[in-house]
């Protein structure tokens, strides 16, 4: 069963670029595209994580986060005609701050993530404890549906995978269209060069199990002859998303 993949622009940041790729670019500022992912699945519709909340809170704005009015996640849902209370199921990647930022906006929603992330969420540890703000996921009348480890057939055509690393229950979603499979790893795959050079990402909770999960998501690529959407690669979000998903 095919389901359309449409990206939601939510704005980006200005990044050191060794935060994506260890130990390469330091001291080069790019731009880190923030986005989501709408699945339109023909018994459902699926988001892929919810970008930042509000920008102006003390741990996002230190960021300093750009994103207009027009990238809005609630506005980039009425672009597809769709308000937040029409998303039956959000699966959120991880739990870091620009990733379930604007979950508080889905309560009529079925929310997925695996329970390693959630535990960890709650009790970070300390050099992971940044990414984590718990106003962001711990949100009176969501309850969240966890998974212990990889979920396939979460509808006909749907499948999570677990890929820890970048956090401690990190998981992906690979989506069957009628052009192929896609492949959202969120922050298992920061950018190009994570995915094709093996250039281990600058931040993460595990770096072993980091280079794993890249080359897992690898794997099913070329497996499945499958898309992969790198999360925070502008080069990619300018040129062929843009192209493709037309942004």
Request: glycine fraction near 8%; include cysteine.
């Amino acid at each position: 069963m095919n389901s359309v993949v449409k990206i939601l622009d939510l704005g980006h940041i200005n990044v050191d670029k060794s935060v994506l790729t260890m130990g390469r670019g330091i001291g080069e500022i790019v731009i880190s595209p923030s986005w989501a992912a709408l699945i339109d699945h023909p018994e459902a519709k699926i988001l892929v994580d919810t970008g930042f909340g509000d920008v102006n809170l003390p741990h996002i704005a230190a960021w300093n986060v750009k994103r207009s009015e027009t990238q809005e996640i609630a506005y980039q849902l009425k672009g597809y005609g769709l308000e937040p209370d029409d998303i039956d199921i959000v699966i959120n990647t991880h739990l870091h701050y620009d990733h379930c930022g604007n979950n508080a906006l889905f309560k009529k929603s079925r929310f997925i993530v695996q329970l390693t992330e959630l535990r960890g969420a709650y009790v970070p540890p300390i050099f992971n404890k940044d990414a984590y703000n718990r106003l962001d996921f711990d949100i009176d009348g969501i309850e969240y549906d966890t998974l212990e480890g990889d979920y396939f057939n979460l509808l006909p055509g749907i499948d999570i995978v677990y890929t820890p690393g970048h956090s401690m229950g990190h998981q992906s979603v690979m989506v069957k269209t009628a052009e192929g499979p896609i492949i959202l790893p969120g922050d298992a795959v920061y950018t190009r060069e994570n995915y094709e050079e093996l250039i281990l990402p600058g931040y993460a909770y595990d770096l072993e199990d980091s280079l794993r999960s890249i080359k897992r998501i690898k794997k099913l690529a070329y497996d499945y002859q499958g898309q992969v959407l790198f999360s925070h690669d502008y080069t990619f979000l300018n040129t062929k998303m843009k192209r493709v998903y037309g942004l």
